[in-house]
């Protein structure tokens, strides 16, 4: 089954830097969401985008897609030691829109403050 | 508003044990989503419901696995015969789903424990 690849599975920087995640996916999506979890327990949605759309921001938040090489990537500024979870992406691929998402198997990020 | 909700939010129970887990969706969304998480791992899909019918079960690993949908709004994951590897997280999640892009929010989570 499809399912979308974060890269790299562990990522360790100081507070204040910024943090880059990446995922990959490998099939035609409706949209690409990002989602932050602590504690192994509820997901927290971050931003969503859709196929047809190449940038968004909220806060410190900045993500990209590219739709050719099935990629997207998060970047969080000025990291912070709350920052410190797991973050997965997860793509809609479904024939009529938001009927399931498939998540890759996340970045553990660890801000050292 | 009061967003979704799940319980119990831990359930230990003994190999071959029937459980049960309910879900509580965010007023006036019509999507309804199981999810598992095994320890570790990212999500893996069980099943949708758009309103009180189940347009996808494709996630469900096995016939021990069934969910219902009332009223369009709560919803029962029900495991029959526990098996030691159905223990994980299962989270639930809701939108309004109509046709179009939408946020899935999720609720805490049910720890199950198979001993």
């Known amino acids: 089954s499809q399912q979308g690849e974060e890269d790299p599975q562990a990522l360790s920087i100081q507070e204040g830097e910024n943090a880059t995640m990446n995922c990959s996916y490998k099939?035609?999506?409706?949209?690409l969401q990002w989602y932050r979890q602590n504690s192994g327990r509820g997901l927290v949605h971050l931003i969503l985008?859709?196929?047809?759309?190449r940038e968004k921001h909220s806060g410190r938040l900045r993500v990209t897609l590219d739709t050719s090489k099935k990629s997207s990537s998060l970047l969080i500024t000025a990291s912070r030691a709350a920052d410190t979870a797991s973050y997965f992406c997860a793509t809609d691929y479904s024939n009529f829109g938001n009927e399931k998402l498939t998540f890759g198997t996340g970045t553990r990020l660890t801000i050292i403050p | 508003g009061a967003g979704v909700s799940q319980s119990p939010s831990n359930k230990v129970t003994e190999k071959g044990k029937d459980v049960e887990l309910r879900c509580d969706p965010i007023s006036g969304h019509t999507a309804l989503y199981w999810y598992r998480q095994s320890l570790g791992q990212g999500l893996e899909f069980l099943i949708y419901?758009?309103?009180?019918?189940?347009?996808?079960k494709s996630g469900l690993p096995s016939d021990r696995f069934s969910a219902e949908r009332t009223g369009g709004s709560v919803s029962t994951l029900t495991i029959q015969r526990t098996q030691q590897e159905d223990s994980a997280v299962y989270l639930c999640?809701?939108?309004?789903?109509?046709?179009?892009?939408?946020?899935?929010?999720f609720g805490p989570g049910t720890r199950l424990t198979v001993l």
């Open positions: 099939t035609s999506i409706n949209n």
């Open positions: 419901f758009q309103g009180n019918s189940a347009p996808d």
């Open positions: 999640a809701s939108s309004f789903a109509n046709g179009r892009a939408d946020t899935q929010y």
């Open positions: 985008i859709r196929s047809n759309e």
